[in-house]
């Protein structure tokens, strides 16, 4: 099967900065577009930004120029570099990979099951 796991979440004042990482394994042939989500108490998840196999990015506006998304394909991580952070950037952070877990077969969306981010005023 396959696992994505995310790291590097926890509790920041704000200006200040994290890296989230996330890892996929397991029975993993290839991995199409990534992608971090978040969501915040009492709201709908909502996408962060997102990264296709040759590194072509997408930013949600209200993070657009703080947040930095990046890949390494050989190691299956993906990565977030959030500076500049804010108390309305609190929310769970989730990574999402489009893989395919045989050669040629179809890709299924996956998710990690989420690393906390608190920024405090």
Not at 8 to 35: E, F, H
Request: charged share 15%.
């Amino acid at each position: 099967q396959v696992q994505l796991v995310e790291s590097g979440g926890g509790l920041v004042q704000a200006g200040g900065s994290l890296r989230l990482s996330c890892k996929a394994s397991g029975t993993i042939s290839r991995i199409n577009d990534m992608g971090w989500y978040r969501q915040a108490p009492g709201k709908q998840r909502e996408l962060v930004a997102t990264i296709t196999l040759s590194s072509s990015t997408n930013y949600a506006y209200s993070v657009k120029g703080r947040f930095t998304i990046s890949r390494d394909n050989a190691k299956n991580m993906l990565y977030l570099q959030m500076n500049s952070l804010k108390p309305e950037d609190t929310a769970v952070y989730y990574c999402k990979a489009e893989i395919s877990t045989r050669l040629w077969g179809t890709f299924s969306d996956y998710w990690g099951q989420g690393t906390q981010v608190t920024v405090s005023s």
